[in-house]
């Protein structure tokens, strides 16, 4: 069965540059969210879209952004990047905002240099 | 959000039953008991959730207080598989959609051959 990807898989970056990681849900799932873990932490929901709109935020940096395409794709853009901002981030999607399981993807492990 | 309370970590022997543990003493009337797990390396996945009846699936049963102030997952037989860390989380449901998950201190399981 078709899960859900992330890309790229991993990323080096220097303090202050950009990053853009992509997220492809499950066919047919229209809600994406995004969940950060640092090393050692809990996983830290970022943002949510559910129909290509914002349907909740939680600690996201104002250095971040985040939007669904169309085709329900999504991406995090991450702008003047902060060492603390090495982490795991993932990606999840369900169908419907009214679903109960969330299916991860594998993750995109940011490292800031 | 309604909190949890976890063990830190737990150990179990292959193919021996297995009982987590969750306090949720503040659990309001429309929160869901959910659990999900995060092995190593991966993203988290869903075990299994319930409100007030026990539930069973091909992973896990959770048993759920009369008071709904805890509740317990049980692994009928550990595998190596299994070794990951579990969380329960509490999820609101206004009888349309389930949002974010807030993922608190898990706990590590730990199976030994």
């Known amino acids: 069965a078709a899960g859900v990807i992330q890309s790229p898989r991993h990323l080096i970056k220097e303090k202050r540059e950009t990053a853009t990681l992509k997220c492809y849900p499950i066919p047919r799932h229209d809600t994406v969210y995004w969940y950060q873990q640092g090393p050692g932490q809990d996983p830290q929901f970022l943002i949510s879209f559910y129909e290509k709109m914002q349907s909740d935020k939680g600690s996201i940096p104002d250095r971040f952004s985040a939007q669904q395409f169309s085709d329900y794709h999504s991406e995090l853009n991450m702008s003047s990047l902060e060492l603390g901002d090495s982490a795991l981030y993932f990606c999840?999607?369900?169908?419907?905002?009214?679903?109960?399981?969330?299916?991860f993807g594998p993750g995109t492990r940011l490292t800031v240099t | 959000d309604a909190k949890t309370t976890q063990p830190n970590s737990m150990e179990s022997n292959e193919e021996e039953p297995v009982h987590l543990p969750c306090n949720h003493s503040t659990i309001s009337g429309t929160d869901y008991i959910h659990w999900y797990r995060q092995l190593p390396s991966q993203g988290p996945e869903y075990v299994i959730h319930?409100?007030?009846s026990n539930v069973n699936n091909r992973m896990a049963s959770l048993a759920i207080a009369e008071d709904r102030k805890s509740s317990t997952l049980i692994l009928h037989r550990a595998t190596l598989r299994d070794a990951a860390v579990y969380y329960c989380i509490l999820r609101d449901s206004d009888g349309t959609s389930y949002g974010k998950l807030t993922f608190g201190q898990g706990t590590i399981l730990t199976v030994h051959p």
């Open positions: 999840a999607s369900s169908l419907g905002s009214g679903s109960y399981e969330q299916y």
């Open positions: 319930g409100l007030t």
